[in-house]
C-alpha cells in the first residue's frame, strides 16, 4: 500500500516563503511522476507543479518564477519551495503521485494548509 504524508505547510504573510515536503512509502515504482496540486474554498483542485523521475518538471503559469519543485528519488520525497507567497496561493496542498501513463495509478496525500495573509 503507496501512502503519501505531507508536512510544511502553515500561515505566512504575503511576500514570505513556504518549503512543502510529500514523502512516500510502500511499493513504488521507480518511473513515475510526483505533483502537487491545490484546492482553494469554491475552486476546482488544479495542478501547481510536476516532476518526473528523470527531472523534468511542469508549473502552472501562476506560480512560474516563485515557486520550485524537486525531488530525492533515493528518499522518494517530493518538494515544493514557495517563495514571493501571494494571498491567492491560499489552498490545501495536496501531494500526488502517478505511476504509469495509459491506465495510471494515482495516489493522494492528506492535504496541508497554506495560508498567506495580506
Known amino acids: 500500500q503507496v501512502q503519501l504524508v505531507e508536512s510544511g505547510g502553515g500561515l505566512v504573510q504575503a511576500g514570505g516563503s513556504l518549503r512543502l515536503s510529500c514523502a512516500a512509502s510502500g511499493s513504488i515504482f521507480s518511473d513515475n511522476r510526483m505533483g502537487w496540486y491545490r484546492q482553494a474554498p469554491g475552486k476546482q483542485r488544479e495542478l501547481v507543479a510536476s516532476?518526473?523521475?528523470?527531472?523534468?518538471?511542469n508549473y502552472a503559469d501562476s506560480v512560474k518564477g516563485r515557486f520550485t519543485i524537486s525531488r530525492d528519488n533515493a528518499k522518494n520525497t517530493v518538494y515544493l519551495q514557495m517563495n514571493s507567497l501571494k494571498p491567492e496561493d491560499t489552498a490545501v496542498y495536496y501531494c500526488?503521485?502517478?505511476?504509469?501513463?495509459?491506465?495510471?495509478?494515482?495516489?493522494w496525500g492528506q492535504g496541508t494548509q497554506v495560508t498567506v495573509s495580506s
Open positions: 500526488n503521485l502517478r505511476v504509469g501513463v495509459l491506465d495510471p495509478l494515482i495516489y
Open positions: 516532476i518526473l523521475s528523470g527531472g523534468s518538471t
